[in-house]
C-alpha cells in the first residue's frame, strides 16, 4: 500500500499555556483532496502550521509528543519539505505585494515556486523543462497575458491566482491552502474556485484546504475534517461530514445544508 502523503497521530500543540489541538490524529492518503472546515479559533491554521513545520507537536506532561510524517517522514530540513508541497496562504499573498518581492514580475513569481524562494536573486536557472512548466501553470490560473506584470501592479484576485501557479509549477505531491479566497470579491471567487476544481480534477497533487465556507469546497473533494476547539470532531467522506446536524453543531447555528446535483454545497443560516 502507498505511504500516506500526510499522518498526524495524536498531537497536541500549547502556545502561552493554551492548548491550541487537542490529541489531533488525520491521515491523508494520496488523491484524497480534504477540506479542513471549522469556526474561527478552531485550529483549522494551526493544524497547516504543523505541515509547513511552523508548529511542532508539543511535548505533553505525561512526556508524550505525538507525530507528523509527511510523505513517510517525520524529520524534514524545512527548505526541502517546502520544495514538496504547493502553498498558498494569506501571508504569503501579502509578502509578495510590494517591495522587492513585490517588483517580480508574474512569470518570475512562478518561477520561484522551484526553489521555494522569494526574491528573484535567489530563484532557479530556467531551463527548458522549466519554462513549459511555468507557462503551464501561468496558463492553468489565466494569467497569460499578464505574465511580464510586476506583482504591485495586480489585483489581490490576480496575485492570488499567481500564487496558485507559484504553487503547483513544480508539481508538489501536496498542495496546501489556508482560506485561499479571503478578500476577493464574487467575480475573483468564481473564477479562483473554478480553477481549484479544475486542480482537483486533475489529481495529480492532492490538496488540502483549509475553509470556513461550505460552498467553496470543490465536487471533487470528497474528504472533509471538522475542526472543533482544537479537536477532531469528524474526518471522513464529505456526504457524512456536511450534514445540517453536524454543521449547525460545529458553528453553534441553525444551519441548513444543501447537496446539489453539481458536486457543490450551499449553507445557510436559518435565522427563525
Ligand atoms: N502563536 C500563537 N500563540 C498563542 N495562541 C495562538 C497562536 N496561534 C494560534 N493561537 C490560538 O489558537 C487558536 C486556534 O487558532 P487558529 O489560527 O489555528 O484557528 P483558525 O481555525 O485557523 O481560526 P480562523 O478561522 O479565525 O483563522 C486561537 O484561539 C488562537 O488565538
Request: charged share 25%.
Given at each position: 500500500m502507498d505511504t500516506p502523503l500526510i499522518e498526524i497521530d495524536d498531537v497536541s500543540v500549547f502556545r502561552e499555556q493554551t492548548?491550541?489541538?487537542?490529541?489531533v490524529s488525520v491521515r491523508i492518503p494520496r488523491k484524497r483532496h480534504t477540506a479542513v472546515l471549522g469556526p474561527n479559533g478552531s485550529g483549522k491554521s494551526s493544524l497547516l502550521k504543523l505541515l509547513t513545520r511552523d508548529f511542532y507537536p508539543s511535548v505533553e506532561k505525561r512526556g508524550h509528543q505525538g507525530t507528523v510524517r509527511i510523505l513517510g517522514e517525520s524529520e524534514w530540513e524545512v527548505s526541502k519539505l517546502r520544495r514538496q508541497m504547493g502553498i498558498v496562504t494569506p501571508a504569503l499573498d501579502y509578502e509578495f505585494s510590494f517591495g522587492r518581492t513585490g517588483r517580480m514580475t508574474v512569470s518570475e513569481a512562478v518561477a520561484s515556486g522551484f526553489t521555494a524562494t522569494r526574491l528573484k536573486e535567489f530563484g532557479p536557472s530556467v531551463d527548458h523543462t522549466m519554462a513549459d512548466a511555468i507557462d503551464r501553470a501561468i496558463e492553468t490560473v489565466q494569467m497569460s497575458d499578464l505574465?511580464?506584470?510586476?506583482?504591485?501592479?495586480?489585483?489581490t484576485g490576480e496575485r492570488r491566482r499567481v500564487m496558485i501557479a507559484r504553487a503547483i509549477v513544480h508539481q508538489p505531491k501536496i498542495f496546501v491552502l489556508d482560506?485561499?479566497?479571503?478578500?476577493?470579491d464574487m467575480t475573483a471567487r468564481a473564477m479562483f474556485l473554478e480553477i481549484l476544481e479544475s486542480i482537483t480534477m486533475q489529481d495529480a497533487m492532492t490538496m488540502v484546504l483549509v475553509t470556513?465556507?461550505?460552498?467553496?469546497?470543490?465536487?471533487?473533494?470528497?474528504h472533509v475534517v471538522l475542526l472543533d476547539c482544537g479537536r477532531i470532531a469528524f474526518d471522513g467522506p464529505k456526504s457524512e461530514g456536511l450534514t445540517a446536524t453536524r454543521i449547525s453543531s460545529l458553528f453553534r447555528a441553525h444551519v441548513d445544508v444543501d447537496a446539489r446535483a453539481d458536486g457543490w454545497y450551499r449553507a445557510e443560516m436559518d435565522r427563525g
Open positions: 492548548q491550541i489541538l487537542r490529541e505574465r511580464h506584470r510586476t506583482l504591485d501592479t495586480l489585483s482560506e485561499p479566497t479571503n478578500g476577493l470556513h465556507h461550505l460552498d467553496e469546497i470543490p465536487p471533487a473533494m470528497n
